[in-house]
């Protein structure tokens, strides 16, 4: 059952929103080579905290970080750890919080130090196709639309959609109906109505849209180890069309912001 929020629901789920891009906005430029995942996990739980709300996956089906740090040809639930990123690797953040019973979610994949010219199409592909879709979450349009338009976008670029993996609803609920695929033929599902909120989140890959799970039981990988990029916004239907409100601006980062020491129990 899709539930449509009303003008009241839709500020509060602005307000988380805020809080988790502003967050995401400053771990971005602590991505660099030296760097560890556990740091960057490290940070965003500690400022999530220092901002009234709580980090949305930590614990959320046993899943261990607040942060989903997927490297390389790691799609999306890689965890956080003594991971050392390097010079040229891809890394994809992917993010969420609880304010006041409200979710937010949201995802980028940036570059570490100087990455390949192939890996930054890649990358920005990804986001490309977000947009594409977003042309089609409009009032009477149906939700396949979204989906054939990031097919679309992303396919024609060369690039596979990973299939494994959907974006969704989102509200009092971390993951509500209706799911979102980034694939299929348009005109089918729900239509698009003020109200809804989704998570769209294109998933692509440089080679097969195929894909392994390691043996953490949560990172999700190319099977034939090509790059991978993932970009996500929360987006609320409203009656004047789409509000993505998980939107990034240049002042949710804070440059020169220092990483929290590491917990010795971490």
Known sequence: MIT???????????????????????????????????????????????????PAFKGYRGYPASVCISVNEEIIHGIPSGRILQEGDIVSLDFGVLFEGFYSDSALTAPVGRASEDALKLIAAAERSFYKGLEQ????????????????????EGYAVIRQFVGHGIGRALHEDPQVPNFGPPGRGPKVRPGMTLAIEPMIAAGSYEVDILEDGWTAITRDRSLAAHYEHTVAMTANGPEVLSARTPDTARPGIRLPKESPHA
């Not at 988380?16 to 739980?45: F, H, K, N, Q």
């Not at 149906?142 to 679309?152: E, T, V, Y």
């Open 137 to 156: 979450m409009k009032e009477g349009n149906r939700l396949s639309d979204i989906s054939a338009a990031i097919q679309q976008s992303v396919e024609s």
């Open 4 to 54: 449509l929020k009303s003008a009241t629901e839709l500020e509060a789920m602005r307000q988380s929103s805020r809080i988790m891009a502003t967050v995401l906005g400053e771990l971005e430029p602590l991505i660099r080579p030296g760097i560890r995942t556990r740091d960057l996990d490290l940070y965003a739980e500690k400022r999530t905290r220092e901002l009234g709300a709580v």
